[in-house]
């Protein structure tokens, strides 16, 4: 049974909705600083420091635990529909997680939509990669992450790594990613009366918006239509209750397909990216530690 | 008129009140959980780092803002009754202000009450004076500043600081202070219906824990039995429905009649350290900016 300190991100959700709900005609601004609050519901990591960084061109923030493995690095993407969130919202989570693993995260503050729409985004996290091997990073010492657009984004970024015959980071994982552009997952509605956030209405405005001219079909926007084939192990986490919970499993049986080392979990009765709730609820806490358990060996810690 | 945006303090407040109301028994770690959401209202300053560091045996925070003058440094103790909120809580408003003077911010994670009652916190603020002292910063770039319980602190530390022989910092910027540990403002009373947060009882408990086994009349406690002799200018900024209204006003004749350069600004309409609104609503930022303005050309900025 779901914890009752869990509780918080549904309270979160719900205020959200209502909040869009009673204002139809929300700006884009108004709609940012409400989606700003999404770490509100996260517990404070502690002992990791926070220096924002220019990463080859895209602002970032580097999240550094005290005394971790400064030669390991997770490439956060945040979520937000590629619209809102931002390094500033997701601070927090991905704390939590770099803690966990024992390693430095890179928050990317990448371009959003509308105003870049695809492929910016993805550009972005590609130029920030190269940046961490200009640096002398290597490749098999660092990992990507991200949760709802930023999941798609962590797994189209290696996509995109492995045309430009760039070598392939040690990992994935996507925390409730959102893949599909078209909305054809069966769970948008055998899911919809349990997920308080992520619904059909919410998704097309913001596909629209991060799609620009691009089709849905395109295969660095929507990695379902593309060849999973070369890339590293994926481990995807998601909750049981999520509308998005069909991205997660038809991505799975394609990366299975295409012979990489994939794996999902699922999360019952959890909500759309409950990663939130880590240093909050048990939930939360849970699921960072089966990322660091899974991917501290791939990065050879 | 108060902005429509300055409303968030009032339901976070609001929110705590029914929340302790709803739990007569809330423990002491339901309770700092509470007030861990304080910065929640806050705005991100965006552009300031932050990293963790043992101050002479005080845990503290350093914000530093990008191209500040790292010459110059406001020691910033955080409100919470000496019992709750922490260097978490407020490093968002602490930022703004570290940011807005153009100079690091050292936010101390002083030992709080029960555990550690009177004079922990003001002997822990003294530590990581001298610690600045020891590592080269002059006494003439230093400021302190703080709210609410951390507003009687960053005056009482200057009082111990001249207790103790050592050469006083360039000024202090209490926000919505707490002094009076007898409870003995008028406007405690007068205020009680506009106050959305401070009452006698909340006040009372805290007090109670703080002190300890000391008198509310120890000089260290409450400044308002102290000689405020050889203070250095103090502008006091507190919210003009504040219960604690009273406690500023005191100190105000008091400072004056022993000959401190002493300036209160009284904020229309404001709640208890409505300066957790900055980067949300305009009240915060103009008391920030009107702090910066005052502050800079005592730093020598």
């Known amino acids: 049974m779901a914890s009752m300190q869990s509780d918080s991100i549904k309270v979160l959700y719900r205020g959200w909705v209502e909040a869009m709900g009673a204002n139809p005609e929300m700006t884009l601004d108004e709609m940012r600083t409400l989606f700003d609050h999404w770490g509100d519901v996260t517990g404070e990591p502690g002992g990791v420091d926070y220096i924002e960084v220019d990463a080859g061109g895209v602002p970032a923030m580097w999240a550094i635990p005290k005394d971790c493995n400064e030669d390991r690095v997770v490439i956060c993407t945040h979520g937000g529909g590629y619209v809102v969130g931002s390094m500033y919202s997701h601070r927090k989570v991905f704390g939590h997680l770099a803690k966990a693993i024992g390693c430095r995260a890179l928050i990317l503050n990448y371009r959003c939509a509308p105003e870049y729409p695809h492929p910016a985004p993805v550009e972005d ?177």
């Open 125 to 301: 996290a590609v130029l920030s990669y190269r940046w961490l091997l200009d640096d002398g990073m290597k490749p098999e010492h660092i990992c990507t992450a991200g949760d709802s657009a930023g999941g798609g984004l962590c797994t189209t970024v290696l996509l995109a790594i492995r045309d430009a015959g760039l070598p392939m980071p040690a990992a994935a994982m996507p925390m409730s990613p959102w893949y599909d552009m078209e909305l054809s997952g069966g769970s948008l509605i055998t899911n919809a009366a349990k997920d308080e956030l992520v619904q059909e209405g919410i998704l097309a405005s913001m596909a629209e918006m991060f799609l620009g001219s691009a089709s849905p079909q395109d295969p660095l926007a929507n990695p379902l239509y593309n060849d999973l084939a070369g890339l590293p192990p994926v481990y995807i986490q998601v909750g049981g209750d999520e509308t998005l919970l069909d991205d997660a499993v038809r991505f799975l049986d394609m990366a299975k397909e295409a012979g990489v080392e994939a794996k999902l979990e699922v999360f019952p009765e959890m909500q759309h990216v409950f990663h939130f709730l880590a240093g909050a609820a048990p939930e939360g806490d849970d699921a960072i530690a089966k990322f660091a358990e899974w991917v501290r060996p791939k990065l050879g810690l």
